[in-house]
DNA sequence: ATGGTCGAACCTCGA
């Protein structure tokens, strides 16, 4: 059986604002998964001719306007699944889940929490607890496993463009940083950091103030994989051109290679 | 400089 051994995770912020954009960096990379999320749009209305042309069967799981995630993949694609463990209709359409040519593939769209200081943020605190648990309920450690998406949460000091100055803030708080631990102790490695020491590299950047000409970002998409995936990483690379692009996500891609 | 700019959908909300 064939496996995947390119896969990517993009927020693409709105679907069928980017899908052009979308379309030319799957024919460049050819990725053999690609998890989106932010997508904004109803099932129905998914874009899914300009995917399926390149190759590409796509499951989604979308709502009117906000949230909404999808998998594009070049392989037979088996046991799509939605939702955390108490909530598998999904009602925010945040989580979809796969298994492609024998990978196990989980895409979050973490909820972002707005502010500190709202009932929002330890709503997502939660939301990350609840993640964990499903982990745990449905997912096997052992077993061939990539959880990748939009986390909202930058991890530590180099992920981030000030440390000194956001600490604290939504996106660098020590409790999201406990809590996505947690989802990490269930057993998974930060792909790209398990190859890339150096700070500075970031996959979103806020379209104001420009943020992104001056490198003020934050590195909160990744790739955890399993330890039997941590073995074959070959590649992990944050695509930092799809930004340069004019109208683009205010994400970019981040693509791991597997031997 | 607590501003600024996007997408989606209906003019404001979520990010």
């Not at 330890?122 to 990748?148: A, F, N, Q």
């Not at 590299?201 to 000409?213: E, L, M």
């Not at 990744?222 to 109208?247: G, H, Q």
């Amino acid at each position: 059986m064939f496996r995947p051994v390119k896969i990517a995770t993009w927020n693409v912020n709105g679907i069928r604002a980017r899908v052009g954009a979308v379309g030319d960096w799957l024919a460049q990379h050819r990725p053999d998964v690609l998890c989106m999320q932010e997508t904004k749009v109803v099932d129905d209305d998914f874009p899914f001719e300009e995917l399926t042309r390149l190759g590409y069967v796509v499951k989604v799981s979308g709502q009117a306007g906000y949230n909404g995630v999808a998998i594009a993949a070049s392989l037979p694609v088996n046991d799509v699944s939605t939702g955390l463990y108490d909530d598998l209709v999904d009602a925010e359409r945040r989580v979809i889940s796969a298994t492609v040519g024998g990978l196990r593939v989980v895409n979050v769209y973490v909820p972002n929490g707005k502010s500190v200081e709202l009932p929002s943020f330890p709503e997502k605190l939660r939301w990350l607890e609840r993640l964990r648990v499903t982990l745990d309920t449905r997912e096997d450690p052992t077993k061939d496993l990539v959880l990748c998406g939009d986390f909202n949460v930058a991890l530590e000091d180099r992920d981030v463009y000030d440390p000194v100055r956001l600490r604290g803030r939504l996106h660098f708080h020590p409790d999201e940083h406990r809590a996505l631990g947690r989802v990490l102790d269930f057993g998974l490695v930060d792909a790209y950091r398990a190859l890339h020491a150096e700070g500075g590299r970031f996959s979103w950047w806020d379209y104001r103030g420009g943020d992104f000409r001056n490198n003020r970002g934050l590195r909160i998409d990744y790739a955890f994989v399993t330890r039997s995936v941590a073995a074959r990483l070959s590649r992990a690379e944050i695509d930092v051109e799809p930004r340069r692009l004019p109208k683009p996500s205010d994400h970019t891609p981040v693509l791991l290679e597997l031997s």
